[in-house]
């Protein structure tokens, strides 16, 4: 069989454009490490509006979460028709203690009237929730360290049927930024209103 000089030449042009086409594949150093320093950049640039975002949704589902318990100490107590209360619990969730970023406690509430100044767990059977989850950074203030509504599901009284200063709590988790603190009002007749107001 001959082979012409062409043909090899031909044959020998194809093997080297192939050799060619094999070297060019892949990244030269140079472009690896101005992708690596583009990438550092984004994540410099991106990280800290991410941990805002984590900040922001935690303190969302934090409100959300002291909302629903007030909605729940409510519907309670017109369920049972007895006085319910929400409060600050303590740390083994056995009764009421004065800072609500520790949590809170639902029981039916031995108190001797709806306008006591101290509400009363008795048994245990009477505590009908207690949540102590909340997230490290929670933060809760008030002008309350529980919540009292009657049988009829109205806010009480405390100190008697002339007071009708509505209870004012506020919730966020510490490093929110922007209308993410929730400010839940809950009026005399037991009605609650819920305002997202700027983190601090």
Known sequence: MKISASNFAAEGSSSLKHLNSSKNKGFTLIELMVTLVV????????????????????SDGLGEELVSALQATKAEAVKRGRRVSLCASNGDGSGCAGDWANGWLMFVDGAASDEAATPVVGATTDILRHINNLDDAAVITGNADFVRYTSTGQLARIGGTANTTPVVLSAYVDGCEGDKQSNITIGVAGMMNVNEVRCP
């Open 39 to 58: 990438a550092a950049v984004l994540a410099t640039v991106a990280l800290p509006n991410f941990r805002t975002m984590i900040f922001n949704s935690r």
